[in-house]
């Protein structure tokens, strides 16, 4: 039995619907990749304890949550909070409502933001979402 027997077949699986929560935390498809990327290397680097406990999804999305907090703590470290420059095109409502939606999430702090994908956009219940962001049912 090789030492990554059996991840390959994981990723093939799991690899939409992390992506889909790489993206929903990031906002932005490239940065996605990159931390799909990140993580999956970590898995590799854990698999055959993973699979000896029978939990590499829920280390896999643990080790997403935290490294996308991570990143958005050294971001905010190295970059001021700037808003970009308004600009005067005409847009309809639905884009303005995305526009607002966008605006309103890029302001929420990165573990506020993986509650909201967790919660909502992956339909966790609320012991599934406390749960990798290590924090208690009330909370």
Known sequence: MG?????REFVLARQQALMRSAYLLTGDAHL???LMQSVLLKVANH???LVRHGTPEAYTRKALINQYISWQRRKRRESPNV?????GHAHDAATIDRIV?????TR???????????????DRSERETAEPLGCSLGT
């Not at 939606?101 to 999430?105: I, R, S």
């Open 108 to 122: 929420l702090t990165p573990r506020q933001r993986a509650v909201i994908v967790l919660r909502f956009y992956e």
């Open 47 to 49: 698999w055959p304890r």
């Open 83 to 87: 808003d970009p420059p308004e600009r």
């Open 3 to 7: 030492r990554y027997d059996g991840f």
């Open 101 to 105: 939606l966008h605006q309103v999430l």
């Open 32 to 34: 996605a990749e990159d």
